[in-house]
T-cell receptor
């Protein structure tokens, strides 16, 4: 239940500050990456994606950075708001395979 | 209207029972999925159907049987429920079966097996 969910890596951030959520992916052949946001009691919701031929992509208040050398993906949220409190998942696509999700990071926004 | 909907939202049942979860998408997508999310929030794909045909079948006990009557519906039937089946089950859909297509998730069905 939720008490086990609290063992997720957790990022506490002050409202208005920027958040950075990190993700290490497993396969150097992965060509597409997605960040999902999951609010309590809801399904994962697409935030932003990036293909492996890019190293940065920006959305509204969010930026995804991809470092293929070290197989690292990050999600930056600018001016974090209470509505940003959620669990964030990265997912990687390996060509010819299925989308594989990472373990999730919980973001708690403090007012 | 909800894009991907699931029923029921909550399901509490006894070990050994058989239960079904239903999923419908009104996005006109060709591909639908079932995922299981455990108590640690880990999301793992179980099945994927493209135009009513099974294309992904992960290592899932054969007590789990998906059924797709048409490409807008993907139901999950579970026989002889066990305690370890307790989880949140998410349905998702995408335009095609290409794994770089964005997947849209339903609200989830929380299954509790007593």
């Amino acid at each position: 239940g939720e008490s086990v969910g609290l063992h997720l890596p957790t990022l506490s951030v002050q409202e208005g500050d920027n958040s950075i959520i990190n993700c290490a992916y497993s396969n150097s052949a992965s060509d597409y990456f997605i960040w999902y946001k999951q609010e309590s009691g809801k399904g994962p919701q697409f935030i932003i994606d990036i293909r492996s031929n890019m190293d940065k992509r920006q959305g509204q208040r969010v930026t995804v950075l991809l470092n293929k050398t070290v197989k690292h993906l990050s999600l930056q949220i600018a001016a974090t708001q209470p509505g940003d409190s959620a669990v964030y998942f990265c997912a990687e696509n390996i060509p010819g395979n299925k989308l594989t999700f990472g373990g999730g990071t919980r973001v708690l926004v403090k007012p | 209207d909800t894009a991907v909907s699931q029923t029921p939202k909550y399901l509490v049942t006894q070990m050994g029972n058989d239960k079904s979860i239903k999923c419908e998408q009104n996005l006109g997508h060709d591909t639908m999925y079932w995922y299981k999310q455990d108590s640690k929030k880990f999301l793992k794909i179980m099945f994927s159907y493209n135009n009513k045909e099974l294309i992904i079948n992960e290592t899932v006990p054969n007590r789990f049987s998906p059924k797709s009557p048409d490409k807008a519906h993907l139901n999950l039937h579970i026989n002889s429920l066990e305690l370890g089946d307790s989880a949140v089950y998410f349905c998702a859909s995408s335009m095609t079966s290409g794994s770089s297509d964005t997947q849209y998730f339903g609200p989830g069905t929380r299954l509790t097996v007593l």
